[in-house]
C-alpha cells in the first residue's frame, strides 16, 4: 500500500521493481557513533520494523526503499555504516558517490553528540562537497533520560548547514520525514546540477531539463564508485 506524506507518494516496493521505471539512484550513508540506532532507523523507514534484539553493524550493509518525488521515481540505496572505531578506515571508503547522509546521535548520550563534529569534518573530507547532510537525534522516545538539548543540535545543525530532526527509531516518529526531506534535498541538487551540466534554455532564459536518467553503478566489493548518465528515457 502506498502513502502520502507532504506531497511525496512512498511506494512500499520489492527489489524487483522494473528498472525502466527509476529515474535517479541515490546512494545515501547513514553515520555515527555505534549504539545510537542507525540500523534501528533505517529498518523503520525501509521495513517499517523495528528490532529489540538488534546487533551491531559489521562493516558496511545496504537496503532501498523506492519514492516518487515531483514525478520522478527515486531508489534510494541507503548503506549503513559501522560506528565503532575499529571499523572506520573500512567505512571512509564508502562516502564516495554518497549524494547524501544521515548523521545520527543518541539524545541520551552526550559522547554520541560531541562526535558529531568529527562525523562531519570526515564526511566533507571524504564526499562530494554538495552532500545532502541531515543531522538526527534518535531515541526521542527517551526525554526523561534526555542529555543533549534540542536547541544545543540545532544551534550546531544551523551552524554547519545542516537539516535536523529529532526521531524515534522505536515509535518511528518522524523517521519517515527526515528520509523523505533528505531525498527532496537530493533531488533538488541533483536536478540543479543537471541543468547546469545540460545548458538547456528556454526562450525567457530559464534552464529546463530534457528527460533524461542519473543512475549509480554498482562496483565489486559493494563499493559504489561514480554516478552515470543513461543515453535512454522512458520519461
Not at 149 to 171: V, Y
Not at 177 to 182: C, H, M, P, R, W
Amino acid at each position: 500500500m502506498n502513502q502520502e506524506m507532504n506531497g511525496v507518494e512512498v511506494e512500499r516496493v520489492h527489489e524487483n521493481i522494473v528498472h525502466d521505471r527509476i529515474d535517479y539512484v541515490f546512494k545515501v550513508v547513514v553515520l555515527g557513533d555505534s549504539a545510537v540506532g542507525k540500523t534501528q532507523i533505517l529498518s523503520r523507514f525501509v521495513k517499517n520494523e523495528f528490532y529489540f534484539d538488534s546487533k551491531s553493524t559489521i562493516g558496511v550493509e545496504f537496503q532501498t526503499k523506492t519514492v516518487t518525488i515531483n514525478d520522478k521515481v527515486i531508489k534510494a540505496q541507503i548503506w549503513d555504516t559501522a560506528g565503532q572505531e575499529r571499523y572506520r578506515a573500512v567505512t571512509s571508503a564508502y562516502y564516495r558517490g554518497a549524494l547524501g547522509a544521515m548523521l545520527v546521535y543518541d539524545i541520551t548520550k552526550r559522547q554520541s553528540f560531541d562526535h558529531v563534529a568529527r562525523w562531519v569534518e570526515e564526511l566533507r573530507t571524504h564526499a562530494d562537497s554538495s552532500i545532502v547532510i541531515m543531522l538526527i537525534g534518535n531515541k526521542g522516545d527517551l526525554v526523561d533520560k534526555r542529555i543533549v538539548t534540542t536547541e544545543d543540535a540545532l544551534e550546531f545543525a544551523q551552524d554547519q548547514n545542516l537539516f535536523f530532526s529529532e526521531t524515534s527509531a522505536l515509535s518511528g516518529e518522524n523517521v519517515e520525514s527526515a528520509f523523505i526531506t533528505l531525498l527532496q534535498e537530493i533531488n533538488r541538487v541533483v536536478s540543479k546540477k543537471s541543468l547546469e551540466s545540460y545548458g538547456y534554455r528556454k526562450p525567457n532564459g530559464d534552464a529546463t531539463l530534457k528527460g533524461s536518467k542519473i543512475d549509480i553503478i554498482s562496483g565489486p566489493e559493494l563499493e559504489i564508485s561514480q554516478m552515470k548518465k543513461l543515453s535512454s528515457c522512458s520519461c
